[in-house]
């Protein structure tokens, strides 16, 4: 069986070896400008003597090669169809940035078959300004990710290009001003928009009507203002829109209700007000974040929690809400992991209903006009937060002796006063049978113990 076996190895590694040779080689012209953009990106690494042979064969990991073959089949040729630039961890090692990183203007002209462009935490300490360097490119392109660069600055209206392969657009975390490029309108193929933590400023005039497969819109994190724009609700297939951090105003939209598969809509921190929380968000039912914290939209609660039930985490701090908690939020969202309704001028007592939330991981009502008794003291400190609420009180005594743990401002609650109807009871035999009673003195005691403490 062994020599049969070696047969077989050898006649795979001879095959292995005439399929290879048959293989097309890597054009020497786009060899050499991964060379000069490796070189560009990082030119304290020798590439040419670490990674002398065709790219296709050996090449550092980031740098990928793809077979283009004719329709009947034989294959035409080969080449670069991915780069990736920047360090990520060990388990996806691209080759490391130099604080110093640039473009070479070969990146841009040479890779006419690239469908993934990668760049993170490359361009960090000298400027680089996309405004000189983009040449339209890309008509193959399919992901487009550049994130926590912040010498990359200039407008982002800078970049042009063929970008109708586009499906992921990342750009995070960089020095980009403007505001969103016009290649937007014309990605139609286009599933993810991240623009957020850049300086993106102004009203977004730009129309998101064609972009009928986008999925994720994030826009968090930048100077946008004026109103939110209407073609956002054409957005049918949208799964995630993050606006946050921006000074967006007005009125939240009510035509955003025709986004029926969202499922993460983040509106927080911006400069909406005065219109209350939408009550169209309970014909959302697929919500599973909503965070609207940040904005001055005032009024009460809505009782709007009946089809929201799949809800994990809500985000109502500081918005100026008033009146009461709504039982409701406890009965309906029993997957709610985060509920957050601080620091707003809430009142009244602590829905006895919130101890259903089993899977709370924070309920944080600090610092509203709650009062009375907290019906359940099992979460208190590390999931229920109720500090800034002097009118709260407990009964259990262990807990407030160990108030400390969280801030001092648990109080015991006043002993209940019982019905006038109780009182002759608790005097004694003698108020008992002035009752039509006969119980003995005992029996008496032992009913004021179970009245008072039950």
């Not at 921006?246 to 939240?252: Q, T």
């Not at 598969?261 to 968000?281: A, K, T, W, Y």
């Not at 939209?297 to 709007?304: A, D, K, R, S, T």
Request: hydrophobic residues 40%.
């Amino acid at each position: 069986m062994a020599p049969k076996f070696l047969f077989l190895i050898s006649f795979q590694l001879f095959l292995f070896l005439v399929i290879s040779q048959e293989q097309p080689l890597l054009d020497m012209a786009e060899q050499d400008s991964v060379y000069r953009v490796l070189e560009s990106v990082n030119p304290t690494i020798p590439w040419r003597s670490i990674f002398p042979d065709d790219f296709c064969y050996s090449a550092p990991h980031g740098v990928v090669c793809d077979v283009f073959s004719e329709p009947n089949g034989s294959i035409s040729a080969v080449h670069i169809t991915e780069l990736s630039f920047g360090y990520v961890s060990d388990f996806n090692p691209n080759p490391p940035c130099y604080p110093n990183s640039t473009f070479d203007p070969l990146l841009f002209t040479s890779f006419k078959y690239l469908r993934k462009l990668f760049f993170y935490k490359c361009f960090t300490d000298l400027p680089v300004s996309v405004s000189t360097v983009w040449p339209s490119f890309a008509s193959s392109l399919e992901e487009l990710i550049f994130i926590d660069n912040p010498a990359l600055v200039g407008s982002l209206n800078g970049l042009t290009g063929n970008f109708t392969s586009l499906k992921r657009a990342v750009i995070t975390g960089n020095g980009l001003s403007g505001n969103i490029p016009g290649w937007v309108v014309d990605s139609v193929n286009l599933e993810e928009l991240t623009l957020s933590r850049n300086q993106l400023d102004g009203a977004v005039s730009t129309s998101f009507s064609k972009l009928k497969l986008l999925r994720i819109l994030d826009l968090s994190q930048n100077q946008f203002d004026g109103n939110v724009p209407d073609s956002i609700a054409n957005l049918t297939q949208l799964l995630k829109l993050d606006l946050s951090a921006n000074a967006f105003s007005g009125k939240i939209p009510n035509i955003l209700v025709n986004l029926q598969n969202m499922e993460f809509l983040d509106l927080s921190h911006n400069q909406f007000g005065n219109f209350g929380v939408p009550v169209f968000l309970s014909k959302m039912p697929r919500l599973r974040e909503l965070h609207l914290n940040g904005n001055s939209l005032g009024g009460h609660i809505p009782e709007i929690w009946k089809n929201l039930g799949g809800i994990k985490g809500i985000g109502f701090s500081n918005m100026g809400l008033v009146g009461n908690i709504p039982a409701s939020m406890g009965v309906y969202l029993r997957n709610l992991s985060y509920l957050g309704l601080d620091n707003n001028q809430l009142e009244g007592t602590v829905p006895g209903e919130l101890g259903f939330l089993e899977f709370a991981g924070e309920i944080n009502l600090e610092n509203n006009n709650l009062s009375g008794r907290v019906p359940f003291t099992a979460m208190v400190g590390e999931i229920l937060k109720l500090q800034g609420n002097p009118g709260l009180c407990v009964d259990d005594v262990d807990l407030v002796k160990n108030g400390s743990r969280f801030g001092h401002y648990l109080k015991l609650c006043n002993k209940t006063k019982l019905p006038n109807l109780v009182n002759p009871v608790l005097m004694g035999v003698a108020s008992s049978s002035s009752l039509g009673l006969s119980l003995p003195s005992v029996v008496v005691k032992l009913i004021w113990v179970l009245v008072f403490f039950v």
